[in-house]
């Protein structure tokens, strides 16, 4: 397996822009998690899916930040509007089951100006 | 407080030295993940700890869940060892230490 894939790798966007981000995890991992890390505050979870279902989105910093994991294969993160302050390197892991030994993807550097 | 708490903070060792790394932690927990991000930015997955010890290859990892402690530690360190190594426990949600930079020295 390849691991798992994020896209893209590198992201610089105006602010108030729409940004997506994109996971793939995977195969055959049954929960999926995104994570922000930025100098100030290091590494937070955003949002987890166990199969396929958002389970705890209280990492969510606000209403501009949106999730969903259409299938067990893909998820999307997105910001709209987006704001420098979301600046950051956005990862995604995936897990067999929710307390098994995570996966990272290379993260996506995102930058707003 | 931080519920996660990583010491020290930086870490400078001589190549082959054994390297210990702390992690304490206040809330209760299922399971313990010691990550580990090179200064490229990618981040893997060390161990996921929920009781007692585990090895690989020269990296040892325990947990002490009456005293929520847990350690992580390199024997014979290496340059290629260099990096931020994060502890990270799951209680409710996933609540990560601060990390610790660790630069070993040919």
């Known amino acids: 397996d390849a691991g798992v894939i994020q896209s893209p790798r590198h992201e610089v966007t105006e602010m108030g822009q729409e940004v997506t981000l994109r996971c793939k995890p995977i195969s055959g991992h049954n929960s999926l998690f995104w994570y922000r890390q930025t100098m100030m505050r290091g590494l937070e979870l955003l949002i987890y899916f166990n199969n396929n279902v958002p389970i705890d989105d209280s990492g969510m910093p606000e209403d501009r930040f949106s999730a969903k994991m259409p299938n067990a294969s893909f998820s999307t993160l997105k910001i709209q509007p987006s704001e420098p302050r979301d600046s950051a390197v956005y990862f995604c892991?995936?897990?067999?089951?929710?307390?098994?030994?995570?996966?990272f993807g290379q993260g996506t550097r995102l930058t707003v100006v | 407080k931080n519920e996660v708490e990583q010491s020290p903070q930086n870490l400078t060792a001589q190549e082959g030295e054994f390297i210990t790394i702390n992690c304490s932690y206040s809330v209760g927990i299922s399971a313990l993940h010691w990550l580990q991000q090179h200064p490229g930015g990618g981040i893997v997955s060390l161990f996921m700890l929920s009781s007692g010890k585990k090895k690989h290859g020269r990296l040892i990892a325990t947990i002490n869940i009456q005293e929520k402690h847990s350690s992580l530690h390199i024997t014979a360190s290496h340059p290629r060892d260099s990096a931020v190594y994060i502890c990270a426990v799951r209680s409710d949600k996933l609540i990560f230490g601060t990390g610790t930079r660790l630069q070993v020295f040919p």
């Open positions: 892991a995936s897990t067999l089951w929710e307390n098994t030994e995570a996966f």
